[in-house]
């Protein structure tokens, strides 16, 4: 599977972005599809996740209420609709597939990872 992330750039606190990942190579719609972030000098950190059949969405307690995990399997795309951004959310976004399909807050757990895509919110 090789994943495009994208939909990053500089907003102010309180706006929103929608990133996206793209899957190309496997049908997304199988997989258990995660984000992450890692900002700097930080570990990389869970953000959300959704499993294969969508019936499980969990959220990290920082983001949960702000930020929504979605796809579509027609796009074989992912989704990370984020809303109230804070400072703290600036990081670098990564979107990931679990081959397993269960979805995991581990990052251990996923096989495939998309180039990240910045996220930048200034105060």
């Known amino acids: 599977v090789q994943l495009q992330a994208s939909g990053g750039g500089l907003v102010q606190a309180g706006g929103s972005l929608r990133l996206s990942c793209v899957a190309s190579?496997?049908?997304?719609?199988?997989?258990?599809l995660g984000w992450f972030r890692q900002a700097p000098g930080k570990e990389r950190e869970f953000v959300a996740t959704?499993?294969?059949?969508?019936?499980?969405?969990y959220y990290a307690d920082s983001v949960k209420g702000r930020f929504t995990i979605s796809r579509d399997n027609a796009k074989n795309t992912g989704y990370l609709q984020m809303y109230t951004l804070k400072p703290e959310d600036t990081a670098v976004y990564y979107c990931a597939v679990d081959l397993l399909g269960l979805g995991s807050k581990q990052y251990t757990f996923y096989n495939y990872w998309g180039q990240g895509t910045k996220v930048t919110v200034s105060s």
């Open positions: 959704i499993n294969w059949s969508d019936s499980r969405i």
């Open positions: 190579g496997r049908t997304l719609s199988r997989y258990a």
